[in-house]
């Protein structure tokens, strides 16, 4: 199943998150090297992030967020997890 995740940074965020970079995109290419990121970047107006993964429950995707080291040191100031049905681009879907 696929699950959408947007940390939305807090106060503090974007100084942080250069500190907390190297550590967070490390946890996504362990998961991406499993072939589970389907997509990750940020905001660009600077609110925070997305992430799209695939994930067996919503407790593993709720577990992944909260242990993210952006939600960990404190760039996110909250995160909301939710399921996704993908629809487009079709040839994605099949993932």
Same mark, same amino acid.
Do not use: H
């Given at each position: 199943?696929?699950?959408v995740i947007f940390g939305f940074d807090g106060p503090d965020g974007q100084a942080?998150?250069?500190i907390h970079r190297p550590a967070h995109l490390a946890k996504l290419e362990t998961l991406d090297a499993?072939?589970?990121v389907v997509l990750a970047g940020p905001?660009?107006?600077k609110a925070g992030s997305l992430? @799209?993964?695939e994930a067996d429950s919503l407790e593993e995707a709720e577990a992944f967020a909260k242990e993210?080291?952006?939600t960990v040191n404190g760039v996110f100031e909250r995160?909301? @997890?939710h399921p996704f049905m993908q629809v487009f681009p079709k040839d994605s879907c099949a993932r």
């Open positions: 199943m696929k699950f942080l998150r250069k499993q072939g589970r905001l660009t107006d992430i @799209v993964i993210d080291p952006y995160i909301e @997890v």
